[in-house]
Each structure stands twice: as C-alpha cells, then as structure tokens.
C-alpha cells in the first residue's frame, strides 16, 4: 500500500521559517520523482518544488526561489522543504507529491499519481 505522509506545517509570522517533511513508503519503483505543491483557495495546485534524483537538479517556483530549499533522502524516501522568509502569501496548503517514476513536467500535478494528506502552512503578517 502507497503512502505518503507530510507533515511540519504551522503558524508563523512574515520572516520566519517552517521545514516540511515527506514520507513516502510502499512505492514499488527504485526510483521516482517527488515534489511538493501548495493549493489557494479556488484554484489548482500549484508546484512549489522538486528534487530530480534523475538529473540530480532541483526545481523551484519563481515565487519561492532564494527562501525555499528542497532535499531528499533518497535512501529512506523522504522530501523535506526548508521555507525561510515566509510571506503571507505563501499561506497554503502543502502536498507532497510521487509519480510512477519520472515526470516529464515537474511542476504538472497531473504527472503525480499519489498524494500526501497536505499541511496547512499560515503566516501572518
């Protein structure tokens, strides 16, 4: 049974910093594709981060390049996403996100076939 489960969401004020954490487990690929994406209210997902173990690069959203940080634990399945100076803009609900191997399109939630639970980011101003 495929499951991912994040986690590490919060309440902070504008300037501070949460760490999301991923894990997934029961994947039966040696080796896929994570991501993580956030949702507004009323609108699609959106990509926020990824971690390509076959490039061995990461990806960011415009939005979040230079505050966010992704990484995996290859070994261990799991995506973490350190977010320094928060925005209230950036208060969303997180998922954490795995394909059937590799994505053509990091950041299309479509290619993203299991989900995490999500958690709910919320910074004040």
């Known amino acids: 049974q495929v499951q991912l489960v994040d986690s590490g969401g919060g309440s902070v004020q504008a300037g501070g910093s949460l760490r999301l954490s991923c894990a997934a487990s029961?994947?039966?690929?040696?080796?896929?594709?994570m991501a993580w994406f956030r949702q507004f209210p009323g609108k699609g997902r959106e990509g926020v981060a990824t971690?390509?173990?076959?490039?061995?690069?990461?990806y960011y959203a415009e939005s979040v390049k230079g505050r966010f940080t992704v990484s995996r634990d290859n070994a261990n399945n799991l995506l973490f996403l350190q977010m320094n100076s928060l925005k209230p803009e950036d208060t969303s609900m997180y998922y954490c996100a795995a394909a059937r191997g590799y994505v053509a399109s990091w950041s299309n939630p479509d290619e993203y076939t299991y989900w995490g639970q999500g958690t709910q980011v919320t910074v004040s101003s």
């Open positions: 971690f390509r173990v076959g490039y061995g690069a990461t």
């Open positions: 029961g994947l039966p690929y040696r080796s896929f594709d």
